[in-house]
């Protein structure tokens, strides 16, 4: 592993983009803050703004008003990024997969690196998509 | 020639702070991340982040707004930083008694990072960029009076010596300035500046977050972000530095000497991260009014003491 890798490795820096999302995987999103889990741990830090984000943590289920925004969003980004998606409605559509304001999972609109399936998925459960992501 | 160009660019120059500064930084990260019952992040944190910046990431020109200014700013607050922290450097190590005047030129050094985030954030042509800037600008204004006051009461107590190394010998005579009652007052209104012009909470309406994510620098991406976030690390050094070379008596690297330098520096970096976790964010008019009204009180009445050798 370079010396570049690792340290991309050692800071991923998180942007949280929310759908229309029921607001459960958000906080347990918030969650993997706290002094329980404590994601600083490893360098990763919540960014306000998607200019500085090495990942896109993309949950809830993305209608057609949102679609437009989550491209604006992921061409915004500077490279190399990596797209999360989390929860059942960011994986596959959950209960709104049929729905008519639906615009499909996050993986048809832009490539999704990992997904997080759980509604809502545990903090343990995202930290560790996050490190396999990270060991692939 | 070539022991000059050491000092500017290795020893308390550049190479220096940088690391210093990085440090620093970790240090305040631990300190809050410890205050709030977390673990923290991992010594090598800031240097991770620093290059994960410069080597990794791409770096994204606004569309709209002037490119060159954009790219330039960040290397000129740089430069603002470096020059200052080395022009404190020198003469806080007993390296060199710095020349006469040099306290005024550190003021100015001191204020260039903060005019380039206005300088960058302007030339990005993001709104809330310009939200930024304009609440630095204001900070900037409020701040920057208390600061020259500070300076002419420290010049006056040192009889009037606008010298740093004259400043640095007349501590070490008569012991250090703030051991007395304006000393005191001057300390505390100089922590205050010092929170300002890092942009720490109770002052941090300029970058804040949570509500205009990151202000100034919203636009900064890649390797132009990463020579932000070093001038950050470096003021974060430089400005402790500073208030413990006119203050606290300056530096010395001899035996036990060095113990209490690093010690001095660590205070002041503790007492700033306690300001910084345990207080809410102010509004630009409320932070306007704290600094016009009572710190510049607080400086006349010290400057008053100092008249009466208090």
């Known amino acids: ?136 | 020639m070539v022991t000059d160009l050491l000092y500017y660019l290795v020893f308390p120059g550049f190479l220096f702070i940088t690391i210093a500064g990085g440090l620093f930084s970790w240090a305040d990260r631990k300190i809050t991340a410890m205050l709030q019952f977390r673990k923290g992040p991992p010594l090598l944190q800031p240097f991770y982040d620093f290059f994960k910046l410069l080597l990794v990431k791409e770096t994204i020109l606004p569309a709209r707004g002037s490119r060159l200014i954009f790219l330039f700013a960040p290397v000129l607050g740089l430069i603002g930083a470096a020059l200052s922290g080395v022009l404190i450097l020198l003469p806080a190590f007993g390296l060199k008694s710095g020349f006469s005047g040099d306290i005024i030129v550190i003021f100015y050094m001191l204020t260039i990072p903060s005019l380039t985030y206005i300088i960058g954030a302007l030339a990005s042509g993001n709104p809330l960029a310009s939200v930024g800037a304009s609440r630095e600008m204001k900070l900037i204004i409020s701040y920057e009076l208390t600061f020259l006051l500070v300076i002419a009461a420290i010049i006056l107590k040192a009889h009037m010596s606008i010298r740093l190394g004259d400043i640095i010998a007349d501590q070490q005579d008569q012991g250090a300035f703030a051991g007395s009652i304006s000393g005191v007052l001057l300390f505390v209104v100089f922590l205050f500046c010092i929170q300002a012009k890092l942009g720490f909470v109770p002052f941090d309406m300029p970058e804040a977050e949570t509500e205009i994510t990151h202000g100034c620098f919203i636009e900064y991406s890649g390797s132009a972000y990463s020579l932000v976030k070093l001038t950050k690390y470096m003021m974060l050094f430089v400005l402790p530095a500073f208030i413990c070379t006119v203050l606290l008596g300056g530096f010395r690297s001899d035996g036990i000497h060095l113990l209490w330098t690093i010690l001095k520096l660590v205070g002041v970096l503790l007492l700033i991260t306690l300001i910084r976790n345990t207080n809410p964010r102010l509004r630009i008019d409320q932070a306007m009014r704290f600094f016009l009204i009572w710190m510049n009180l607080l400086v006349i009445v010290s400057i008053i003491l100092v008249y009466f050798d208090l």
């Open chain 1, 1 to 136: 592993m370079g010396f570049k890798e690792y340290c991309f490795k050692k800071s991923l820096w998180i942007f949280h983009f929310g759908g229309a999302s029921c607001n459960n995987c958000d906080i347990e999103i918030l969650d993997c803050l706290t002094p329980r889990y404590d994601i600083e741990r490893f360098g990763m830090l919540l960014v306000g703004s998607i200019r500085h984000a090495d990942v896109l943590l993309v949950n809830g289920s993305i209608n057609k008003k949102d679609k437009s925004r989550l491209l604006e969003i992921y061409k915004q980004a500077p490279k190399p990024i990596i797209v999360v998606a989390i929860g059942a409605c960011g994986c596959t559509g959950g209960i709104f997969a049929e729905g008519n304001t639906f615009a499909g999972p996050v993986d048809k609109i832009i490539p999704v690196d990992a997904y997080i399936p759980g509604c809502p998925p545990k903090p343990e459960a995202i930290i560790a998509g996050i490190v396999k992501i990270l060991n692939k």
